[in-house]
T-cell receptor, first 114, second 110 residues
Framework: NAGVTQTPKFQVLKTGQSMTLQCAQD?????MYWYRQDPGMGLRLIYY???????DKGEVPNGYNVSRLNKREFSLRLESAAPSQTSVYFC?????????????FGPGTRLTVT | DAKTTQPNSMESNEEEPVHLPCNHS???????IHWYRQLPSQGPEYVIH???SNVNNRMASLAIAEDRKSSTLILHRATLRDAAVYYC???????????FGAGTTVTVRA
């Protein structure tokens, strides 16, 4: 049971390049999330998918697109990377129960845009 | 969204208890209080959550004030592995999302 996995672990891009960050979970969760974390700061929500077939913007969606490929997989795409997108990206998943609610996080992708 | 206020940092000695305060004076009746922690170079992990009553689990205890305007996360015997950033988060019962602040950086001295 791997939990939430993310690929790649590290990536260096040049300004203007594109890339897709991959996330998969094996806990049969309905909801998945993408966050970014800049140095010394808390996590900020980029996009989330409450259930398969739906996606919604979070706090900082500009410059990103997402795809909920199936129940297990949720990808984040940077179409034209900018230095301001240098950050650590975390994927998370959860099962939505009003009282018992816990998000499980992946290990993160460390992205540098030069 | 209701906001939380936490100290920037706290220090503790190994094997001593740690009490992490969180103020949430604008909490609403449907807000759960969640605590997550983030070990160095890792993703956050769930610690505990509660609504009105105090809660205990294998990792920690959560003490919630009677008026719910503040709460305290208690680590009963700190270990070096407990050195992390601890986030206090309010989540409406119907909301999917968590909103992370800057958290409290806990340092544990051997």
């Amino acid at each position: 049971n791997a939990g939430v996995t993310q690929t790649p672990k590290f990536q260096v891009l040049k300004t203007g390049q594109s890339m897709t960050l991959q996330c998969a979970q094996d806990m049969n969760h309905n909801s998945m999330y993408w966050y970014r974390q800049d140095p010394g700061m808390g996590l900020r929500l980029i996009y989330y998918s409450a259930s398969e077939g739906t996606t919604d913007k979070g706090e900082v969606p500009n410059g990103y697109n997402v795809s909920r490929l199936n129940k297990r997989e949720f990808s984040l795409r940077l179409e034209s990377a900018a230095p301001s997108q240098t950050s650590v990206y975390f994927c998370a998943s959860s099962e939505f129960r009003t009282q018992e609610y816990e998000q499980y996080f992946g290990p993160g992708t460390r992205l540098t845009v030069t | 969204d209701a906001k939380t206020t936490q100290p920037n940092s706290m220090e503790s000695n190994e094997e001593e208890p740690v009490h992490l305060p969180c103020n949430h004076s604008t909490i609403s009746g449907t807000d759960y209080i969640h605590w997550y922690r983030q070990l160095p170079s890792q993703g956050p992990e769930y610690v505990i959550h509660g609504l009105t009553s105090n809660v205990n689990n294998r990792m920690a205890s959560l003490a919630i004030a009677e008026d719910r305007k503040s709460s305290t996360l208690i680590l009963h015997r700190a270990t070096l592995r407990d050195a992390a950033v601890y986030y206090c988060i309010l989540r409406d019962v119907w909301d999917y999302k968590l909103s992370f602040g800057a958290g409290t950086t806990v340092t544990v001295r051997a």
